[in-house]
């Protein structure tokens, strides 16, 4: 079955430079969310879309930003990186309209801000 | 808000013995409970989830977990344990009546699972 894809899997940035994250939903998902994990830490929940429209914002920092395409496929924008921005970054998708309460996740994305 | 607590950072348990990974919740309203595996250098892989019914619930690899409303806890089991299950588990709430979808998980538990 097809899955949530993202990409890159792996990035590294110099701090203050910018980043662009890429999520490509399971195939007729209507919702895609965008979440967080620091070392160590648990996922934390950035922002969510339903049908291109921005539905939650959860702790994203001003210097982010995300939009939903019209092909369904999320990208997560961040500006002025820090060191702190450094974690993996999760997409998940999930078919809201049919009542399915299971977000499935991607691979993740590994960015490093040195 | 919704929040939830995993007091235990690490379980170790031999292959073949049963084991029990603690998860209790907090929210306002009735919750929706997951649980999701993490394998290193993996996504989170979604192993089971109560919305309604029946209080037992089945999962993959054979995970079940039970929901029990007046302790506010849904902990994750599986009769056998195996070498390949040892993993980091989250435990994940979302209360519907919030109309928010997003998952709030806890802190996770990593299982380790001896030969």
């Known amino acids: 079955a097809a899955g949530v894809i993202q990409s890159p899997r792996h990035l590294i940035k110099e701090k203050r430079e910018t980043a662009t994250l890429k999520c490509y939903p399971i195939?007729?998902?209507?919702?895609v969310y965008w979440y967080q994990q620091g070392p160590g830490q648990d996922p934390q929940f950035l922002i969510s879309?339903?049908?291109?429209?921005?539905?939650d914002k959860g702790s994203i920092p001003d210097r982010f930003s995300a939009q939903q395409f019209s092909d369904y496929h999320s990208e997560l924008n961040m500006s002025s990186l820090e060191l702190g921005d450094s974690a993996l970054y999760f997409c998940a998708s999930s078919l809201v309209l049919a009542g399915e309460e299971t977000q499935y996740f991607g691979p993740g994305t590994r960015l490093l801000v040195l | 808000a919704q929040s939830v607590a995993q007091p235990e950072d690490q379980v170790n348990v031999a292959e073949g013995n049963p084991v029990t990974v603690k998860c209790t919740y907090s929210?306002?309203?009735?919750?929706?409970l997951f649980w999701y595996v993490q394998y290193p250098n993996r996504g989170l892989q979604f192993l089971l989830k109560y919305i309604t019914g029946d209080n037992l619930v089945k999962g993959s690899y054979g995970f079940e977990a039970e929901f029990n409303k007046s302790q506010t806890s849904f902990h994750l089991k599986k009769p056998s344990a195996l070498v390949s299950d040892s993993a980091l588990y989250f435990c994940a709430v979302r209360d519907p009546d919030t109309g928010r979808r997003a998952l709030t998980f806890g802190s996770g538990t990593r299982l380790q699972v001896q030969p």
């Open positions: 929210v306002s309203g009735n919750p929706y």
């Open positions: 879309f339903y049908e291109k429209m921005q539905s």
């Open positions: 195939p007729r998902h209507d919702t």
